[in-house]
């Protein structure tokens, strides 16, 4: 079954398809949050300004020039967004990440592991540079290509590249290689 096209969906959502925009949504929300979560390193504000930018591109979409390119137009404003809300805050910018328990299925010992592996994760990911961060996301949890990373983020598809490289290279210093593996694969 071929799923629709970007460029499919706005049309139809522009013809107030409420379910073409809702697939929009789901389709480009991982790579929204992960944008936001570059930006802001902190969860509640990336699901805010994440939710908020999805709802301006749903207000604004008939000023989306490219239609097929949605999902990169969607998150060029969540980043926008991101970086306001940042920029509005001196103590959001210097506020270390705040570790917290992922839901495990009733196994206390496996949400401490969880909660301890996701805090040194983010405390690794704060290390990073927000270039980095925004790249290793997009990239490596999102599946985004270089070019579409480079387009958003203001820069080549080789510094993307370069940015990914240092990005993971720098994770690898600060939670050793096991680590990082055990958290890419699993």
């Known amino acids: 079954m071929n799923l629709p096209s970007d460029a499919d969906l706005v049309a139809r959502a522009l013809r107030e398809d409420a379910a073409a925009l809702d697939a929009l949504v789901r389709r480009h ?4 949050y992960a944008v936001a979560f ?4 902190r969860r509640e504000d990336a699901e805010d300004v994440c939710h908020e930018g999805l709802v301006r ?3 604004r979409l008939e000023d989306c020039r490219q239609p097929e390119r949605f999902g990169a137009w969607a998150c060029a404003i969540v980043r926008n967004l991101a970086k ?3 920029s509005r805050d001196p103590a959001r910018r210097a506020a270390p990440l705040e570790p917290e328990l992922l839901p495990a299925p009733d196994n206390a010992a496996r949400r401490v592991e969880q909660g301890e592996l996701r805090a040194q994760l983010e405390a690794a990911l704060a290390v990073l540079s927000p270039a980095q961060r925004e790249v290793l996301l997009l990239h490596d949890l999102e599946g985004w290509d270089h070019a579409a990373i480079a387009e958003l983020i203001g820069t080549s598809p080789g510094m993307s590249r370069q940015h990914l490289f240092h990005a993971r290279r720098r994770l ?3 939670l050793g290689d096991s680590l990082l593996e055990d958290h890419r694969h699993g």
């Open 29 to 32: 929300y991982g790579a929204a």
């Open 38 to 41: 570059a930006v802001t390193r």
């Open 57 to 59: 591109a749903a207000e």
């Open 84 to 86: 306001n809300r940042v």
């Open 172 to 174: 690898r210093e600060l």
